[in-house]
């Protein structure tokens, strides 16, 4: 892999052999946080901690490089492929990487949400070079002001591929740390939570309520079957797989490799159950072959689907920027039936 090194990175390691060590190891979460260390301008002052070495630690740093970056990106997508070339064996180790980890709690809900221009100033990872500091309290990076939940202002602005989400609060209150690794190759659909499947994490912790669409109990029992297709991040998976409890069952696939390795160490971190395959949904083949591993029977070729509900984001805080009586964002509910 031959790619310019930027100028202030002279005398450093290129950001290949910084991250290879970190992502053989399985470790994503800290490799992350190197790699974005690597992208970022030297700040005025050099005695800041590592931010990957101290997330919340309130690192000023002066501006993030394209170029780093860029060769950070393409060393995090060799490396990682390479590894995950082994399957679920790489996948096993992610997941115990990641379960062992010494990290912080993350923080209790916050009793009031934050405003966006609050959350832009305070609870980026990233400082932004020049600004002035600002004392945020509890709504700083860490903090529980920085957690986002139904109904946050901020919440059209957690998909910025340079921010690693402190927390998702679910309908029961459940706090799920998340991380993402967009920021390596800007507005990355397979690694970064977008509203929409925020929008969709919300829903399902919603409806695992008794009686939701997502329950169906016998004889007092609770079960669920829940397949996240094209899991990404995880977090519809781990909303499931946190709202739901040990009655459920939840799968998630993807084509991705980068989005398994996320999606499993995510589940790690937060000591979810997840079942994780690998599925290229593209094809009828690879669904058949999948299919019949987990015991589903494939559906009638007669059958189809019957919409049941549309829901707007509004209902769940996701208005646009413009005006809280629109969204840009729906769930459409379809049960299937035999034609």
């Known amino acids: 892999m031959t790619t310019a090194v930027p100028s202030w990175h002279s005398s450093m ?20 946080f190197a790699a974005l260390e690597y992208a970022m301008r030297p700040a005025a002052s050099a005695a800041s901690p590592s931010p990957w070495q101290q997330p919340a630690g309130g690192t000023a740093l002066a501006a993030f ?77 860490g903090g529980s002001g920085c957690s986002l939940a139904n109904g946050s202002t901020a919440a059209t602005t957690f998909l910025c591929p340079f921010d690693d989400l402190a927390g998702l609060i679910w309908a029961n209150s459940r706090l799920i740390s998340l991380n993402q690794d967009g920021f390596l ?11 929409a499947g925020y929008l969709l994490g919300l829903w399902v912790a919603a409806e695992a309520r008794p009686g939701g669409l997502l329950w169906r109990g016998g004889d007092g029992a609770e079960s669920c079957q829940v397949l996240d297709l094209g899991c990404g991040t995880g977090a519809v998976a781990l909303a499931a797989a946190a709202s739901l409890g040990g009655g459920a069952v939840v799968t998630a696939v993807d084509r991705e490799s980068r989005s398994l390795a996320l999606a499993t160490a995510n589940a790690a971190r937060n000591g979810l159950e997840v079942r994780l395959s690998p599925l290229d949904y593209a094809t009828d083949e690879a669904v058949a072959a999948f299919a019949a591993r987990h015991g589903v029977t494939a559906p009638s070729p007669r059958s189809g689907f019957v919409e049941v509900a549309r829901v707007a984001g509004l209902g769940f805080g996701l208005h646009t920027r413009w005006s809280e009586s629109e969204s840009d964002f729906e769930v459409v509910v379809a049960r299937r039936v035999k034609k």
Not at 13 to 32: E, N, Y
Request: glycine share 6%.
């Open 65 to 141: 490089d394209k170029a780093a970056g860029d060769e950070c990106g393409a060393a995090w997508r060799e490396l990682l492929d390479e590894f995950l070339l082994s399957g679920e064996p790489a996948l096993a180790t992610v997941a115990a990487k990641h379960s062992a980890l010494t990290l912080p709690p993350p923080p209790p809900p916050s009793a009031s949400l934050i405003s966006m221009e609050d959350y832009d100033a305070c609870c980026s990872w990233l400082a932004r070079g020049g600004d002035a500091p600002r004392r945020c309290g509890a709504a700083s990076p």
């Open 185 to 195: 190759r800007p507005f990355d659909v397979a690694t970064v939570l977008w509203p």
């Open 13 to 32: 390691p290129a950001c290949v052999d910084i991250l290879a060590p970190l992502l053989a190891a399985g470790d994503l979460h800290t490799a992350r």
